[in-house]
């Protein structure tokens, strides 16, 4: 059976990760807030880049609507750095090494190319409500027009 992660009406699973910059981010730190928390496969790839970038180009509107952003992947945290620095990234991006946080929320999953079957990160995202419950789920992102529709449901809740 493939874990689908959390569902809308549950409670997001806790976490406490490294991000770039150095300090670490807690499911806590956002108590009260709405959090957008987003899977992505790899920094500084065509669609990793494209979405972080179009993310932080909307991040003032997130903020103003209530919500942080939060970008993970099972990048480094030096990796992250050099990610943020080549294309001005305003986004925080957690580093999930060990893949538990991925596990948990049902991103770490049997992909395929050319044929061959591998394990990796599904773009997927997370709007998690100032409750702490999952308010919205997007699996299988297409980045074109995502950080747009997530700002959406933000102002939604």
């Known amino acids: 059976m493939s874990n689908t992660g959390p569902q809308p009406g549950e409670n ?3 976490f406490t990760l490294p991000r770039d910059g150095g300090q670490t981010v807690s499911l806590a730190d956002f108590a009260g807030k709405a959090l957008v928390l987003y899977f992505y496969p790899k920094d500084d790839t065509g669609g990793c880049t494209k979405e972080a970038v179009a993310f932080s180009g909307l991040l003032d509107d997130f903020h103003a609507a209530g919500a942080a952003v939060l970008g993970v992947s099972k990048d480094t945290v030096a990796k992250h ?3 943020v620095a080549k294309h001005d990234l305003t986004v925080p991006l957690l580093s999930d090494a060990e893949g538990d946080l991925c596990e948990r929320y049902g991103a ?3 992909k395929s190319m050319y ?3 591998y394990m990796g990160i599904e773009r997927c995202t997370f709007l998690i409500g100032p409750d702490g419950t ?3 789920v997007w699996r299988k992102v297409k980045v074109p027009g995502h950080a747009e529709e997530v700002l959406d449901a933000v102002r939604a809740l």
């Open 134 to 136: 999952i308010a919205r």
């Open 81 to 83: 750095e050099k990610f």
């Open 12 to 14: 997001a699973p806790d």
């Open 115 to 117: 044929g061959k079957s």
């Open 108 to 110: 770490w999953v049997e």
